[in-house]
């Protein structure tokens, strides 16, 4: 299933890239979820470009999770969410990015870009939502890309805010 999303903010996109590349940002994002277990398992220069990588326990709740999909979810997963930016000298800054949960056999991958437009930066999300199980791998990737554009929408929100100094 493709995916993309096109957000503005009030700012350039110089400034919204060094927020998005910041310790402080992902520590702040985490903060106005109420998360407070979650680990940097990467984060800086890399031969390829700057890696960020991010892990984090997370319940699921079973009331959640249709019946087809129970077996291969569990009560409990581990997020890991990587974004590699591999241009950050010019525009469009651009990432490549990848969100993993636990033993879902789903993969996320995708491409974000941000570049200066007028009034402010635009950041575009493209994605491609994958799974490798036949018959209900479809449901499992429709299940997934519900959940993955209600948190892009809530990553909208909280990047809002920290633009506006709200730390959590």
């Known amino acids: 299933m493709q995916f993309e999303r096109r957000r503005t903010?009030?700012?350039d996109a110089a400034t919204l890239l060094a927020a998005l590349t910041s310790r402080d940002y992902f520590d702040a994002r985490?903060?106005?979820?109420?998360?407070?277990?979650?680990?940097?398992d990467a984060f800086g220069p890399t031969?390829?470009?700057?890696e960020i990588r991010i892990a984090r326990e997370?319940?699921?709740?079973?009331?959640?999770?249709?019946?087809?999909?129970?077996?291969?979810?569990?009560?409990?997963?581990?997020l890991?969410?990587?974004f590699l930016w591999t241009r950050t000298d010019r525009q469009p800054y651009q990432a490549q990015y990848q969100f993993t949960v636990g033993r879902?056999?789903?993969q996320v991958r995708g491409t974000m870009t941000l570049q200066d437009d007028t009034g402010g930066?635009?950041?575009?999300?493209?994605?491609?939502?994958?799974?490798?199980v036949p018959l209900i791998g479809g449901k499992l990737v429709d299940l997934v890309a519900g959940q993955l554009d209600r948190a892009l929408a809530s990553?909208?929100?909280?990047?809002?805010?920290?633009?506006?100094?709200?730390r959590g």
Do not use: W
């Open 9 to 11: 903010f009030p700012v």
């Open 30 to 40: 985490h903060a106005m979820s109420g998360i407070t277990a979650y680990r940097f």
């Open 47 to 50: 031969e390829r470009g700057l």
């Open 58 to 78: 997370m319940e699921i709740r079973s009331n959640n999770v249709p019946a087809f999909a129970k077996r291969f979810v569990g009560q409990s997963a581990t």
């Open 80 to 82: 890991i969410t990587a």
């Open 104 to 106: 879902i056999p789903v």
């Open 121 to 132: 930066a635009v950041q575009d999300i493209r994605a491609e939502v994958t799974s490798s």
């Open 155 to 166: 990553d909208y929100q909280a990047t809002l805010r920290y633009l506006n100094g709200e």
